[in-house]
């Protein structure tokens, strides 16, 4: 199975900040990581496919980058409706695998 | 409107049984692999099983051989049979469309919770 491992496991930041979150595969992936928004008490909401590719609807603040192994999901200018867990997924192969999650947090 | 309506969720002893359904409306839904992931309270994402349009089935390791999923295209929904449960297994269980391109889980929805416990 192909292990995805999240850094930093939380994070502080404040308005207007730019925060990145790196997630790294065990093995290649090439492009296929996702990245997930959730908030407390809510589904996740898909905020990034293909690595890069943003989600239509999602704010533009939101980039993606990244290829094989390393991965990262930067997000500039911290709006107060960013403050929410995030969760990368690879979607190479079967069985789907997240990442254990990054906490972003309010400084 | 997507909308994804689990029910069926609750209470069971170890080594029971439950059927999770998921009933689609806003989408073609023949058209859609669709996933079912797991959340446990406080925990992180955990997927659990996707079937395909086609009707091919994939289970993470922790489920395989006690989970199987289904689909019913003709009545727009979604099913996971459950059995010989562990207290593992508690979780609050989303149903999900795989995005149609690009790779992903696209649409969610709010999940059923089942609790494995004596």
């Known amino acids: 199975d192909i292990q995805m491992t999240q850094s930093p496991s939380s994070v502080s930041a404040s308005i207007g900040d730019r925060v990145t979150i790196t997630c790294r595969a065990s093995?290649?992936?090439?492009?296929?990581v996702i990245w997930y928004q959730q908030k407390a008490e809510k589904a996740p909401k898909l905020i990034m496919y293909?690595?890069?590719n943003l989600q239509p609807g999602v704010p533009s603040r939101f980039s993606g980058s990244g290829y094989g192994t390393e991965f990262t999901l930067t997000i500039s200018n911290l709006q107060p409706e960013d403050f929410a867990t995030y969760y990368c997924?690879?979607?190479?192969?079967?069985?789907?695998?997240f990442g254990q999650g990054t906490r972003l947090e309010i400084k | 409107e997507v909308q994804l309506v689990e029910s069926g969720g609750g209470l069971v002893q170890p080594g029971g049984s439950l059927r999770l359904s998921c009933a689609a409306s806003?989408?073609?839904?023949?058209?859609?692999?669709m996933h079912w992931v797991r959340q446990a309270a406080g925990k992180g994402l955990e997927w659990v099983s996707n079937?395909?349009?086609?009707?091919?089935?994939y289970y993470a390791d922790s489920v395989k051989g006690r989970f199987t999923i289904s689909r019913e295209n003709a009545k727009n929904s979604l099913y996971l049979q459950m059995s010989n449960l562990e207290v593992g297994d508690t979780a609050l269980y989303f149903c999900?469309?795989?995005?149609?391109?690009?790779?992903?889980?696209?649409?969610w929805g709010q999940g059923a919770l089942v609790t494995v416990s004596s």
């Open positions: 999900a469309t795989a995005r149609l391109t690009g790779g992903g889980i696209e649409y």
């Open positions: 806003g989408i073609i839904f023949s058209s859609y692999d």
């Open positions: 079937i395909g349009r086609g009707g091919d089935t």
């Open positions: 093995q290649s992936i090439t492009k296929w």
């Open positions: 293909s690595g890069s």
């Open positions: 997924q690879q979607a190479k192969s079967f069985p789907i695998t």
